[in-house]
């Protein structure tokens, strides 16, 4: 089952602002294109007070996402190996 979001690269226009980031408090190091998934997350987990079994969805769609960029990475690293 594919999840919503996961290894689909965002494309500029979906990426949200400087300023929707700076007010959703994410670390400039978690800036990637899985960016607006940690959002939602961090909102859900915030919403929920970070209790461990909540937010599973978009725990895992935001984990699947960051697997999914680790992999495009690697295949740019070859093709630029080569």
Known sequence: RMVHGAGQGMAAADMPTHEEM??????????????????????????????PWTC?????????CQYYEYLRRVEL??????
């Open 22 to 51: 700076n007010k959703a408090r994410i670390d400039p190091a978690h800036r990637d294109t899985c960016v607006k998934l940690l959002i939602s997350l961090n909102k859900c987990r915030r919403k929920n007070f970070w209790l």
């Open 56 to 64: 599973t969805d978009e725990k895992h769609a935001y984990e699947a």
């Open 77 to 82: 690293f070859k093709k630029e190996g080569k």
